[in-house]
């Protein structure tokens, strides 16, 4: 592939914009509105980004696979992003909205991205495994090591902006940056906040504890509530008037806060990049929600 062929035609990332990852498949539609709604709502520049993955297109036009072939056609359908921004401008006409089309893999695109951006935007394709649904390479890649928040938007989730923005807390700093987040996207959308912790398993003097009710059992949910308010103390002062509500379930984590989703416009969660929860991997809780939630998801990683 000649210099020319593989050359990048793109606008750079506005600072601070709303960048949405577009495809050509049918979630650009749900991405371009959410994203566009986000950007209209905080004043940001929108930015659509189309990546040519140049090793998918070289192994698309070697039918045996060993990618030995220098000179290919242009496979890609070049009209994706025209035809998106085309889009995006009739629709939204008082947005500034650019667009551009690195050659690379769509995650690295949007991770490179993320270092300018303000929020990116992806649709989360669902695979069908042997099991349960697995999370789409390039979504899971981007969720872990986006330099900014990412909001995931899962196949055929719910999409309206309808309910209160749910997050997870469980003490740590990486919740209470998440509940900071929510504190302030609720307070942009007029709406409340509900914080969500649980607890699964707690031993009290010696015995599990098993039955609601029970004084050993009320005395696990207030501690696990005082330490949620702890939190939600912390980084609350600046959005005093965003009402919120402590929820405290029994259940693990990912469990309850798909459950959660399902009335939520938005569900927020904290991440060490390669860690969730306290003590959790990103694969054991926050990736297990990103495959399994029916709102949008937010990621927000500290730094």
Do not use: N
């Amino acid at each position: 592939m000649s210099a020319e062929t593989m050359k990048t035609t793109e606008s750079p990332v506005p600072p601070e914009a709303v960048v949405v990852g577009v495809d050509g498949s049918d979630r650009d539609a749900t991405c371009l509105r959410w994203g566009a709604g986000a950007a209209t709502r905080l004043g940001k520049p929108l930015h659509l980004l189309h990546a040519h993955d140049t090793a998918a297109e070289l192994a698309a036009g070697d039918p045996l696979g060993s990618r030995a072939l220098v000179v290919l056609p242009r496979l890609t359908d070049d009209t994706i992003l025209a035809d998106a921004l085309a889009k995006a401008r009739r629709d939204w006409p008082d947005l500034s909205i650019t667009g551009s089309e690195p050659w690379t893999s769509p995650e690295r695109a949007l991770i490179d991205a993320s270092a300018a951006a303000y929020l990116v935007v992806v649709g989360s394709r669902r695979i069908s495994g042997l099991r349960r649904l697995i999370l789409g390479r390039s979504a899971l890649a981007v969720a872990m090591h986006s330099a900014c928040p990412v909001v995931l938007l899962p196949e055929g989730a719910r999409t309206d902006a309808e309910g209160p923005v749910v997050v997870g807390v469980d003490g740590s700093d990486h919740s209470r940056l998440a509940a900071r987040r929510a504190l302030w996207i609720a307070q942009v959308r007029g709406t409340s906040v509900r914080v969500v912790t649980s607890w699964y398993v707690e031993i009290v003097d010696g015995v599990v504890v098993t039955t609601p009710g029970t004084p050993a059992w009320e005395a696990v949910e207030a501690r696990h509530r005082a330490a949620a308010e702890e939190v939600m103390a912390s980084v609350r002062e600046e959005y005093a008037a965003v009402p919120y509500e402590i929820v405290v379930r029994r259940g693990a984590a990912p469990e309850v806060l798909t459950a959660e989703s399902a009335g939520a416009s938005l569900l927020v969660l904290g991440s060490r990049g390669r860690g969730g929860f306290r003590g959790m991997l990103l694969g054991s809780v926050a990736h297990k929600v990103l495959e399994t939630a029916t709102s949008p998801v937010m990621v927000v990683r500290r730094g």
